[in-house]
């Protein structure tokens, strides 16, 4: 038993020392570490494509009879906007960070209130989430005439 346990443990070490190579091979040829090279403009508007219909999905459902359902979906929500925070803070936005930021913690809180069975609180959590979301879209983005958003010019350094 012993003697799995060390393969095992040498296979992971294997395994974070390719890891940890990798990572410094992208910032040598890029002259970024991974988390730099990270995210996209392309990538913010995957994640803002997620985010609008499960917002919409979020509100509906807490209008129901039943909001335990609505913590799932606030808690996707919540995570996807810590993906929002991470491509503001390499593009070096500290409000929109805010905002995200004020998006991700109102999600997580409509989560753990849908969890207790309190409607009320989620949907207020959940307003507020929405607040946080005009915040940002009146700053740095715009309508791209098909019914989204998309960054607007001049935004990105």
């Keep these: 038993m012993r003697a799995y346990m060390a393969v095992g443990v040498l296979i992971l070490g294997l395994l974070a020392g390719s890891c940890a190579a990798k990572k410094d091979a ?16 392309q990538d913010l508007e995957e994640l803002m494509e997620q985010i609008g219909p499960r917002y919409k999905e979020l509100l509906t459902t807490l209008q129901g009879s039943e909001p335990g359902p609505a913590a799932k979906q606030a808690q996707q929500l919540a995570e996807l906007f810590g993906g929002v925070e991470k491509f503001w803070t390499q593009h070096n936005r500290p409000d929109a960070v805010k905002w995200a930021g004020e998006a991700r913690t109102q999600a997580s809180e409509a989560a753990g209130a849908a969890v207790g069975g309190n409607a009320a609180k989620a949907t207020a959590a959940a307003e507020n989430m929405g607040a946080a979301c005009k915040q940002c879209h009146g700053t740095y983005r715009e309508p791209d005439g098909q019914g989204g958003y998309r960054i607007k010019p001049g935004v990105l350094k």
């Design 26 to 41: 992208v910032a040598e040829t890029t002259g970024k570490s991974e988390a730099q090279a990270g995210m996209s403009p």
